[in-house]
């Protein structure tokens, strides 16, 4: 999501006269988006805003040049003015909700010269993306934002928080943004929301529409090749959105469906509103509908209150879907949400030993089914040139990385490949 808001909020730069600089000293204004879901993400800010502040005195002194520096996303929303206190030479920080009006904030902050430092964490009753310009296409692959916010409430999470109560964009606009990235150079697009699958959007005629109807529509796009989504809550996994991975071609055959735990008193007490058995059933469901899916999920080890047990019965999770690829996390504690108050939290070191006994399964499944596509043809979109000339980087139906010696011709092309080689990470092959 925040590669999206990145994505859009140089849209609405470029489209004022502003342009990207190759080098961070070459700038006069520096923008970090932020994330705030774990701990280190969020500390990451603050080193970084270390290094722009010295950039920020050396380009006055050397060049008497002035940078104005700004924050935008979920860092801003959750410690609002406290992020003036601990980097005052921050010139301004908005919310995730409110970077439509950086545009604003620049005219003003470039008018007055000593400006004192601007911050804005609003909830606005109107949808920021009302006031966006037309996008651009990310290139061969994009991202299109389709829901944000969340009202799951998950104890460990911050997200409600930060980005705010669910909000569904109205098909008309997302059918728009849609076609527009193609006619830019998209072939795939991946549909974003915190709880995509509990996209309700409004139709045409102001009916409300589930993501399978708009999956549909979308679909119907001239010249798009591939359809993804993320991220989906299990519990919003309904019928009809099952039923499209039945008939769908063009919607790949690759779900992240995040699990967290396999322990249903932990789900319990993360306040998920599902069970590992409803979660079995939908994931059974699922191959049912296409026995050539491929699952992926995100997991927390070390939540408050996890026994030996309750670990255990997240490793038989993985052990009975063996996810394709997977993300796992330690617990983080988040200042303002439920978990971060519960009494029985877990010591860093054991945290540590169950991620490490997690990962190991996890890539132990990810490696062997890199390693059963050996021999295998997999449709490639190439997107990225490689590090060595005359090599393309692209991505299988499944989101691995494929890395082949083929001509530069074929990037931003879907072409069939031979896989000829794997590892936990990444595949090589030939064009066939
Ligand atoms: N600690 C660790 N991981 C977290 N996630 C969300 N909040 C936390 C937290 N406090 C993980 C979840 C979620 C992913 C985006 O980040 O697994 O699905
Ligand atoms: Fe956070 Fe996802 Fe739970 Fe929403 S559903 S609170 S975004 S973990």
Do not use: W
């Amino acid at each position: 999501m925040n590669v999206y808001d990145s994505s859009r909020i140089a849209d609405m730069l470029k489209k004022e006269g502003y342009e990207e600089t190759a080098k961070q000293t070459d700038a006069d204004i520096v923008l970090f988006n932020t994330c705030h879901i774990r701990e280190k993400a969020a500390e990451k800010l603050f080193s970084d805003l270390g290094r722009a502040h010295i950039i920020q005195q050396e380009r006055e002194e050397q060049f008497g040049k002035s940078t104005i520096i700004g924050v935008v996303g979920c860092v801003v929303q959750a410690e609002d003015t406290q992020i003036i206190k601990r980097a005052p030479f921050v010139d301004f920080a908005v919310g995730p909700l409110m970077y439509h009006t950086i545009p604003d904030i620049l005219k003003r902050i470039i008018r007055q010269k000593n400006h004192t430092s601007y911050v804005n964490t609003d909830f606005p009753a109107v949808s920021k993306f009302d006031f966006l310009p037309e996008n651009e296409s990310q290139g061969a692959c994009s991202y299109l934002a389709i829901q944000e916010g969340c009202n799951n409430f998950c104890t460990y999470c911050v997200v409600p928080y930060t980005r705010g109560v669910e909000y569904s964009r109205p098909v008309a606009e997302v059918l728009q943004e849609a076609r527009r990235l193609v006619d830019t150079g998209t072939l795939e697009i991946n549909l974003l929301g915190q709880n995509v699958n509990s996209y309700h959007g409004e139709d045409e005629n102001g009916k409300e529409r589930n993501l399978a109807y708009l999956l549909r529509r979308v679909a119907e796009i001239d010249g798009l090749k591939r359809l993804r989504y993320t991220t989906s809550y299990p519990a919003d996994m309904n019928d009809d959105l099952i039923s499209c991975y039945k008939d769908m071609d063009i919607l790949m055959p690759y779900l992240h469906l995040p699990i967290q735990s396999g322990s249903d008193k932990i789900l319990k007490a993360m306040n998920r509103r599902h069970n590992s058995a409803d979660y079995l059933r939908i994931v059974e469901k699922l191959f049912k509908a296409n026995p050539k899916i491929g699952m992926s999920s995100d997991f927390i080890v070390g939540f408050p209150g996890e026994t030996d047990a309750d670990f255990q019965a997240t490793l038989d999770v993985v052990n009975q879907v063996k996810y394709i690829q997977a993300f796992s996390f330690k617990y983080s504690r988040r200042p303002g949400t439920p978990a971060a108050v519960m009494d029985n939290q877990i010591e860093e070191k054991v945290k540590k030993q169950r991620l490490e006994i997690l990962q190991n399964l996890l890539f132990s499944y990810q490696d062997k089914f890199n390693q059963a596509c050996v021999g295998k043809v997999m449709p490639v979109l190439f997107d990225q040139k490689g590090r060595h000339k005359g090599q393309l980087i692209g991505r299988t139906p499944y989101m691995q990385n494929l890395h082949a010696e083929i001509n530069d011709d074929n990037i931003n092309k879907i072409v069939n490949v031979k896989v000829t080689q794997a590892t936990t990470n990444s595949l090589s092959g030939k064009e066939v």
